[in-house]
């Protein structure tokens, strides 16, 4: 895989993401008012739709098998994870085959990250009065010791609810929060407890 620049050029996403409305999945409460069931079901309601929109059109410098490949990954969320960081979005988390096992420990501190390592994280939002928008394909790789030291050897990539990838500063974005909040945790980023699986 080439390497990513830390600044991918052109216009900058800075989370202000494409997204859609998805009607057909509204609920009759405010996302932070969800339960895991819940949440679980408006998924169950997207899932297909927002596989099928991160798979539209060339994803330039992102890997076409990352995004192809990870419905096939292992889930690492017992259901979609309560909004929190990624801009309040829910998040269900699928790993590789490489990070599982050290992933699914969901180790507080000393987490050795094997490199290849890939995490992808579908996504969406539900807002005060109940209404579901698609989110965008959160994705993350770790590389080689010394590949990318200002990441942490991760690289962090993104592909909008309409396939499009987002060009985003990589750093500010993303990096300075995985490591600043997750660092001990290798910049993994679990689910919140009560979605990890069991």
Same mark, same amino acid.
């Given at each position: 895989?080439?390497?990513?620049?830390?600044?991918?050029?052109?216009?900058?996403?800075?989370?202000? &993401?494409?997204?859609? @409305?998805?009607?057909?999945?509204?609920?009759?409460?405010?996302?932070?008012?969800?339960?895991?069931?819940?949440?679980?079901?408006?998924?169950?309601?997207?899932?297909?739709?927002?596989? @099928?929109?991160?798979?539209?059109?060339?994803?330039?410098?992102?890997?076409?098998? &990352? +995004?192809?490949?990870?419905?096939?990954?292992?889930?690492?969320?017992?259901?979609?994870?309560?909004?929190? &960081?990624?801009?309040?979005?829910?998040? *269900?988390?699928?790993?590789?085959?490489?990070? @599982?096992?050290?992933?699914?420990?969901?180790?507080?501190?000393?987490?050795?990250?094997?490199?290849?390592?890939?995490?992808?994280?579908?996504?969406?939002?539900?807002?005060?009065?109940?209404? +579901?928008?698609?989110?965008?394909?959160?994705?993350?790789?770790?590389?080689?010791?010394?590949?990318?030291?200002?990441?942490?050897?991760?690289?962090? *990539?993104?592909?909008?609810?309409?396939?499009?990838?987002?060009?985003?500063?990589?750093?500010?974005?993303?990096?300075?929060?995985?490591?600043?909040?997750?660092?001990?945790?290798?910049?993994?980023?679990?689910? +919140?407890?009560?979605?990890?699986?069991?």
């Amino acid at each position: 895989m080439r390497k990513l620049p830390l600044w991918l050029g052109g216009a900058v996403a800075s989370l202000a &993401f494409s997204t859609s @409305a998805h009607a057909a999945c509204d609920v009759q409460k405010p996302g932070y008012d969800l339960t895991g069931d819940e949440a679980q079901a408006v998924y169950d309601c997207l899932k297909s739709d927002l596989r @099928a929109g991160y798979q539209n059109g060339p994803k330039r410098w992102i890997p076409e098998e &990352f +995004v192809k490949d990870y419905p096939g990954w292992t889930k690492a969320s017992a259901f979609p994870a309560a909004p929190g &960081f990624h801009g309040g979005r829910f998040l *269900m988390t699928y790993v590789n085959s490489i990070g @599982a096992d050290e992933y699914l420990k969901y180790k507080p501190d000393n987490v050795v990250v094997p490199a290849g390592t890939k995490l992808a994280k579908e996504s969406f939002t539900v807002d005060d009065d109940g209404k +579901v928008t698609k989110g965008p394909l959160f994705l993350m790789e770790k590389v080689a010791a010394g590949k990318s030291p200002e990441t942490g050897d991760w690289y962090y *990539m993104m592909v909008a609810s309409n396939g499009a990838p987002q060009a985003v500063n990589v750093v500010t974005a993303c990096s300075e929060c995985h490591l600043g909040n997750f660092g001990e945790q290798g910049g993994f980023g679990y689910p +919140v407890e009560d979605a990890r699986i069991k």
